[in-house]
């Protein structure tokens, strides 16, 4: 199925932003739908319109929903497997043979759905879940380092976890707001200022609200259109 | 009920009890400790998501921003409140009771503050969420056990300084870029 799942991180962080229209010109120039998940919709709408302070963006998420901008897929028919896959994450990292419980179900329920459609990429910015599927290690050694204590890796279940989504590609709220920038969504923002700023202006806009990005990558992407503007 | 808790989490709680006691009991109280000890439990927090250790980061943390604000207000109440918990922590029903005694006793403060200390409190779970999630739980996770959505964690990220930069280099972030692109006509 042609589809892009969205985790609810990258909506939240483009919702704090004011950058939720970004959703549907990227769903215009893009032959397949948009997914959330069943747990990915509840944090998008259920959880907030109990509270006031995010009440206004959960309803903006729900017109986007209501416009089939982006879709909710019923992933209770995944339901069995998201609960193995989560007792499978939280059970391959431990401390003095207690288990880290480093992921939540509602996580594992994209991550479940984008595997079972076969979706072209999984958006999601949330830095645990993007290091357990690219970089293991890396989150191994932050725990370490943060708890300061041995922790064990069950590296059979590691395997198994990396088996069953060998073949998702993740890509973050960044990327597609540079893509939005590059097929010229902010060009009205240009007028008033060079590619290199605005760029730079966004990309720490959206890392401040939560886009696990690093200040490495920042200057890497600014330095791209620095370059394109100096050729003109 | 008696409380059959790890012995190790037990002394951790007891040892930050017993030491906001101290310093509520001193003449000018040490606002920075206050803070230091709300971050304590973090540990037990991420690993355990024990909920009392969550509740006495929550209300050390909300201690710390109530005197930082005036540390002239009463503390008789709070120092009963806090003999009492400490006194019943192997009884677990007793003991939240004795918690929530402490809440409800910081929540009188309202009036002689001028701040909504419900909006203390949700702050004090928030900050602490960020912790557990510094200590590698998931935005989810760390949303979760402290009883707070993913909306207000992400909101308050952008504020919080996590010590992990560089950490995200395995994938090149120009190979991310342009395979994304690639997706789009």
């Known amino acids: 199925m042609k589809a892009i799942v969205f985790d609810s991180g990258p909506v939240i962080t483009f919702a704090l932003n004011s950058l939720l229209d970004i959703i549907p010109f990227l769903r215009d120039r893009y032959d397949g739908i948009f997914y959330l998940c069943n747990a990915v919709h509840k944090e998008l709408i259920e959880a907030p319109s109990r509270m006031r302070k995010f009440a206004f963006e959960s309803m903006r998420v729900k017109k986007l929903i209501g416009e089939n901008e982006i879709e909710v897929f019923d992933t209770s028919v995944y339901s069995e497997e998201t609960e193995i896959i989560t007792e499978m994450a939280n059970s391959i990292f431990s401390i003095k043979n207690k288990n880290l419980n480093i992921l939540n179900p509602g996580e594992i329920d994209a991550l479940v759905l984008a595997k079972n459609i076969n979706a072209d990429a999984l958006v999601v910015d949330e830095r645990t879940t993007r290091l357990l599927l690219e970089n293991p290690m890396r989150l191994h050694a932050i725990l370490q380092k943060k708890f300061n204590k041995n922790v064990r890796i069950n590296k059979e279940r590691l395997k198994e976890f990396h088996r069953h989504f060998s073949t998702l590609k993740i890509i973050r709220s960044v990327e597609l707001a540079l893509i939005a920038f590059e097929l010229d969504f902010f060009e009205d923002y240009l007028k008033y200022d060079t590619k290199e700023n605005f760029v730079e202006a966004l990309l720490w806009a959206m890392k401040l609200n939560g886009c696990a990005v690093s200040e490495r990558e920042i200057k890497v992407f600014t330095k791209l259109y620095k370059d394109s503007n100096a050729r003109g | ?185």
């Open chain 2, 1 to 185: 009920m008696v409380y059959t808790m790890d012995t190790e989490l037990k002394d951790n709680m007891l040892f930050v009890l017993k030491n906001v006691r101290e310093l509520l009991r001193s003449d000018h109280i040490r606002i920075s400790e206050l803070k230091r000890l709300s971050n304590q439990l973090m540990e037990d927090v991420s690993l355990m998501h024990n909920k009392d250790s969550i509740s006495i980061s929550v209300l050390v943390y909300s201690l710390y921003k109530i005197f930082s604000k005036n540390s002239n207000i009463s503390r008789e109440a709070l120092l009963k409140y806090l003999d009492d918990a400490i006194r019943s922590i192997d009884n677990q029903t007793i003991f939240r009771t004795r918690l929530k005694k402490l809440f409800d006793q910081i929540k009188k403060y309202d009036k002689e503050l001028g701040v909504t200390i419900l909006q203390t409190i949700r702050h004090a779970q928030v900050k602490k969420g960020l912790k557990v999630y510094e200590h590698g739980m998931s935005i989810g996770q760390a949303a979760e056990i402290m009883g707070v959505s993913r909306w207000d964690i992400l909101e308050y990220l952008g504020d919080f300084k996590i010590d992990d930069e560089g950490y995200y280099d395995r994938v090149d972030a120009r190979q991310r870029l342009s395979f994304a692109k690639g997706l789009f006509r």
